[in-house]
């Protein structure tokens, strides 16, 4: 059955959630979030009642805009973007066989999901708009863009069903039977970027792990697409090595990690693995890139008092401190902060109001440290300022 359609139903939740159909993806390629709302002047909606139903509603709205805020183009989507471009482009006409493909590394939260999922979305709307002849209703429907979010332990067949149900293809009968009619889907949809999220749950502990790794690559081989792949800890994964040690990897966005020196896989001679890091500030260039995306976000908020670039001027180090650099934490932060600043009638996002949110245990955990160390270090100041010999003393 079809699920309804948006403008179907009024009651349905207004977000979007993980595609797991290709009707799902279109939703998500057409997705246009909130608008920043039409605010009228301050003192008229300081006038009005908090129960007035037009102000709730204004709030409610603004809510909705801010859980939505905006999505940066950071220079690590950026660049991968222009990497799966170019693969997309490389393998378009390349001869059947392993056609190269994309591993995206990184820890939780650093945007790995959402990454990838704008750049499809920017390639397939690039595609409606080049060749708008490819979606006109025909006997086959063209799904240029395959996502895929894997689930724990999957097997081999669960990853063909995965994509059997999002092309609408029968996921009856055996493995070998699914697997013959997604490659014929493949093709026939015209897919050309095949993403596939969480590749992590193909965990080496479990028995279909191998199994899995090599059905991946049965798909690299077999299907004419470009193959993008995230994933936490990649490369301790049966994907690229089966097991040895490797060396320790630097946290930055965009460095290829030294090789793993365990034995190769079939899969580690099909697919290059770059990493996303959560942001540093270890040059003048990386304190820009994050400069750059608080600016975007603080650009984006729809409050009445909050000022200009404060966040973005004063407030961008502590903002990496209470984060970790990571672009979950700042959305999440700045989300939140937005919303409780109209509730508490503040209508500015203030590093009071910040320091109020908790934020995952993961980041209240980084900042904690990062607040220990700070606290250790101006102490350590202190009392040298204390013990520093006066100059009358320093001469006698
Ligand atoms: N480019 C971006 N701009 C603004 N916010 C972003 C961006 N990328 C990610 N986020 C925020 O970070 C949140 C987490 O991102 P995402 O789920 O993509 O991370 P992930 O690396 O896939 O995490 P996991 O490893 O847990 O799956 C998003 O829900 C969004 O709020
Ligand atoms: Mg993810």
Known sequence: MMAPRPEESESLHPGLAEPRTHEDWFDYVFYEPPPPP??????????????DPERRR???????????????????????????TELLAANEMAPPGARLGLLIDGPPTVGKSTLVKMIGRKFEQGLR????????????VYVPVVYISLTDQVTPKQISLAIARYLSVSTSGTKDTVDDRVLTAITACGTQLLIFDDLHFLDCSHKEGRASNDHIKFLANHTPCTIIGTGVDLEESPLLSEGGPSGPVKSNTRVKSPPSSGPRTQTAGRFSRQELAPFTLDSKTEILWWVGVVHSLENALCLYRHEKNSLTRRHWRYLHARTNGSIAGLHALLRR?????????????????????????????AYAKVVELQSRQSAKSRSKLNKKPSAAEGNA
């Open 38 to 51: 039409h605010l009228p002047p301050y003192d008229i909606y300081l006038a009005m009642d908090k129960e």
């Open 58 to 84: 204004l709030d409610h709205s603004r809510n909705q805009y801010h859980s939505a805020l905006v999505l940066a183009w950071t220079p690590a989507v950026r660049h991968f973007e222009s990497e799966i």
């Open 129 to 140: 708009r080049d060749f708008p002849e490819r979606f006109a209703p025909r006997l086959g």
């Open 337 to 365: 902060s937005a919303v409780r600043a109209i509730a508490q009638g503040t209508e500015a996002v203030t590093r009071e109001i910040m320091d109020s949110i908790v934020l995952s245990y993961a980041h209240e955990r």
